[in-house]
């Protein structure tokens, strides 16, 4: 199957809530990965003690990075596709056994674009941070020793979060970086380009910003950046020397416009150049939901002249959506829990999936974490086509079909979505309470409990989903049937 080759565009949408702007008093990573003609997988990968002298090496890029002496275990949402490498190099997400989380946006290409490509490491970072981090200052710390070794082969922004702290890490091509910690009385949003502007570089305790020894000094070189006073850098702005005015794409204007104005009811255009703004109100993962399913702004007019469009092309939930997560934070990293919703999120209920799960609910994944890893960049094409022995494809299979009549189905399925979730608001925090009770009598035992209630949420988003496609299937047919059998 040849992959279809998409505008360039950039597509992927990530909120970020500080501890104290957060209903949970803990950070919540919300994140849309949008990606086409992927399939999408989870596994658990356990801890892994290595030999001396083991190496890493991936696909995407010359690096050979020595192996730490024990990874951590991790959950891991793989996205498999037909790519540039013979794989997808930039999709995936991972949220490891210290209960820290990485997601990342790609952002417009930089001036560094028209450079030499010095890039060692590309995919390996985002898995780097969740096998050798315990928090996500460390994450981030990862990060640039790895870029600051090996070199970076993209322009891409890092959204690494714990329970208490969100840091984000942008990179360019080669071996710059700046990273900046998200204000806990704040809330950030980036819709694919680079947000990260002033850097205060008095800050050597890394309290708030890390960056890499050349950053300025590469900007003035290549004619990017003139401080206004010889050596004095308080006016150096990141993304405008490093990216300039080329990020203004439809697509993350339009994303940035939606997001901003739900996040302030305010006039969106004013928050275009921000990175990330002192909260309005205190949000919980229900009032991130709706704006990572929101769709684009002028979908209503559309309609007017096509009652069957689509409203899926600019908005943050959009066409190349493949999943969404929310990831409330917990003290009890088990309790820590990603709401998960694939492909679409306005096309699938977020289900709970904790941490602390011991095993995998069944249909969730098809081939192994160890054999996903060695074929990451050699996909099968076969694993592109229809396989009803997994969850992934009921959810597709409803999602495509939605597309031809959104308006149809749309009562339908947000009614029924809207039941499951309700739901589980009421169990979910019901099962915290039993978890906590027996944790205090037999560890593993709790730690039992949270899998199988996650496989049981997970098998009933499954069924859902292949109920509902012929549920409103079963509906249109009626209605057509009844529109000719009127004419005769």
């Known amino acids: 199957m040849e992959r279809i080759k998409f505008p360039e565009v950039d597509n992927c949408s990530t909120i970020i809530v500080g501890k104290n702007a957060s209903k949970t008093g803990k950070v919540i990573l919300a994140h849309n990965e949008d990606t086409p003609d992927c399939t999408a997988q ?43 490498f013979g794989g997808e190099p930039f999709a995936d997400s991972f949220f490891n056994e210290w209960g820290v989380a990485v997601a990342s946006d790609s952002c417009v290409a930089t001036r560094e674009g028209t450079q030499p490509y010095t890039g060692g490491i590309g995919y390996g970072i985002r898995r780097l941070i969740a096998e050798r981090s315990r928090s996500a200052r460390e994450g981030v ?52 380009w680079l947000t990260i502007h002033e850097v205060d570089f008095s800050d050597t305790e890394h309290k708030n910003y890390y960056w ?9 070189r290549n004619g990017w950046y003139t401080p206004a006073v010889e050596g004095d850098y308080s006016d150096f702005d990141y993304a405008k020397a490093y990216q300039g005015a080329g990020h203004w794409i439809k697509s993350n204007l339009d994303r940035s416009d939606l997001a901003w104005s739900q996040i302030t009811g305010e006039n969106p255009e004013q928050y275009r150049t921000v990175f990330s703004i002192k909260a309005p109100k205190k949000y919980g993962v229900e009032d991130l939901k709706p704006i990572m399913r929101s769709h684009y702004a002028q979908h209503g007019e559309d309609l007017k002249d096509d009652p069957t469009m689509s409203p899926h092309r600019y908005g943050i939930c959009r066409d190349t959506t493949i999943e969404t997560t929310i990831t409330e934070f917990n003290d009890d990293v088990n309790l ?9 999120p306005c096309a699938a ?61 749309q009562d339908k399925l947000q009614s029924s979505i809207k039941a499951l979730e309700d739901e589980w608001a009421v169990t979910k925090p019901a099962m915290d309470a039993a978890y906590k009770a027996v944790k205090e009598i037999n560890p593993e035992y709790a730690k039992q409990l949270l899998t199988d209630y996650t496989a049981q949420q997970a098998q009933r988003a499954w069924d859902w989903a292949s109920e509902t496609l012929t549920e409103i299937t079963n509906a249109r047919h009626a ?6 059998r009127s004419k005769l």
């Open 141 to 192: 710390e990862v990060v640039a020793e790895l870029v600051k070794e090996f070199g970076y082969r993209s322009t891409r922004s890092y959204h690494i979060c714990d329970k208490d702290e969100a840091w984000v890490i942008q990179l360019t091509v080669g071996n710059n970086f700046v990273a900046k910690k998200v204000g806990d009385d704040e809330i950030y949003y980036i819709p694919n």
């Open 212 to 220: 890499s020894e050349d950053v300025v000094g590469y900007a003035i």
């Open 479 to 484: 209605a057509r049937m009844h529109f000719w």
């Open 42 to 84: 989870v596994h658990l990968v356990p801890r892994i003690k290595h030999k001396p002298g083991e190496v890493l090496t991936f696909a995407d890029g010359t690096a050979v990075i020595p192996q730490v002496e024990e990874t951590y275990a991790y959950m891991w949402s793989e996205f498999r596709a037909l790519g540039e």
């Open 349 to 409: 209920p977020f289900v709970p999936w904790y941490l602390g799960i011991t095993k995998l609910p069944k249909g969730y994944e098809w081939i192994d974490a160890k054999a996903s890893q060695a074929s990451h960049f050699a996909v099968d094409p076969s694993e592109l086509k229809y396989d009803g022995r997994y969850a992934y494809w009921a959810f597709h299979v409803l999602q495509n079909m939605m597309e031809f009549d959104y308006q149809f189905g």
């Open 336 to 344: 820590t829990c990603v709401w998960r919703s694939s492909p679409r």
